[in-house]
């Protein structure tokens, strides 16, 4: 575990002869509202470490020094979001391990499956939930950390050769590439469409202006309690209270203190008075109707899509996902930023 600026002076020049370091992540989202990087996990030289980013020192050497290594994760995303986030660290070269999985047709491809099947290892579960913030670590919490790395070195050896062996090792790099790319584009909510949580579109106009205010009045509940929103109300208890209001029936939501119930009732009732030209609009997913024309194209698509997954061992949404085939077959341009070259030869674009 390494706490402090010496500790981390101490591991970080066995890192200058080598090119990979495995790495990892752990926040604590699953409690509080304001994601916190609690744990960076290195493997490298034949060591394992757990880096603790809220004992409160500096961390830019360790940017540094991960800098122009080939990062190793498993499912880059994430992690690499978190680390800009957080230490303004933005990696060069990646190895995603979850890429190379899918690349070799693999359907089972989370970290344990594939550790089982490469070194014949079963990892323990059970903190995938945990609260990554407290201190000091558990032992069991601590071991469970130190596997989401100890493996990724030897397993990215055996999947590189295997995707050579089937010579889609460039295929794997432009899928890596594009996907560092997209970890550098900041997502930013849309507040005009984040409220709209699974069961929404089956609500009237007036209930999903209801539903609209309910998940605001939680977002400001759950920002002041630092806490995820799920703990104030789950989503699909909103939806359901959005239908009791505009039924005339207002929710019991016992667990709720006196002063939240009194937002939760205030939101509610501003938004049942709102007028009609307040209400959300309904959402229409590709615009205008499709063409038969486009129909056609989205069809021959798939079809060339599905072929080539047959023949490959791929899933065929790993080649393109559906909205992917719809978007490119409105405006066939789209192709080159939706896709990577492989992805587009395969499909004759």
Not at 52 to 59: K, R, S, T, V
Not at 254 to 281: I, M, Q, V
Not at 323 to 328: G, L, N, R, W
Request: glycine share 4%.
């Amino acid at each position: 575990m390494i706490t402090n600026s010496a500790e981390l002076a101490a591991i970080l020049p066995q890192m200058t002869a080598i090119d990979r370091v495995a790495v990892d992540t752990e926040a604590d989202s699953l409690h509080c509202y304001f994601e916190k990087l609690c744990l960076v996990q290195l493997s490298f030289a034949g060591h394992d470490y757990l880096v603790d980013p809220l004992a409160g020192f500096d961390l830019a050497p360790l940017s540094v020094a991960l800098a122009e290594k080939e990062l190793v994760l498993q499912g880059a995303d994430f992690d690499l979001r978190l680390l800009k986030r957080s230490m303004d660290f933005t990696a060069t070269r990646v190895f995603d391990t979850v890429v190379a999985a899918r690349l070799l047709g693999l359907r089972a491809f989370s970290l344990a499956a594939l550790v089982e099947r490469y070194f014949g290892v079963t990892l323990t579960k059970g903190s995938q939930k945990a609260n990554w913030a407290q201190r000091p670590l558990p032992m069991h919490m601590a071991e469970y950390a130190m596997n989401d790395t100890r493996y990724l070195l030897p397993l990215a050896e055996k999947l590189e050769a295997e995707l050579k062996e089937k010579g889609r090792f460039e295929w794997f790099e432009q899928s890596c590439q594009r996907g560092l790319a997209q970890t550098a584009v900041d997502r930013v909510r849309d507040e005009d469409e984040a409220w709209r949580v699974s069961g929404a579109g089956t609500l009237s106009p007036r209930a999903a202006a209801v539903l609209r205010a309910l998940w605001f009045w939680r977002d400001r509940e759950a920002q002041a309690a630092d806490r995820p929103p799920f703990h104030i109300l789950q989503n699909h208890l909103l939806v359901q209270a959005a239908q009791d209001f505009e039924a005339g029936k207002v929710p019991e939501f016992r667990h709720l203190t006196p002063r939240r119930r009194r937002g939760f009732l205030e939101a509610a009732e501003k938004a049942l008075h709102l007028p009609e030209s307040e209400w959300p609009r309904r959402l229409r997913r590709n615009g205008a109707r499709p063409t038969q024309a486009m129909e056609r194209a989205a069809e021959s698509l798939r079809r060339r899509r599905d072929l080539a997954a047959e023949q490959l061992g791929l899933e065929p949404s790993f080649i393109a996902p559906r909205a992917a085939v719809e978007s490119i077959a409105v405006n066939g341009e789209q192709s080159t930023t939706l896709l990577v070259p492989w992805q587009r030869q395969l499909l004759e674009l």
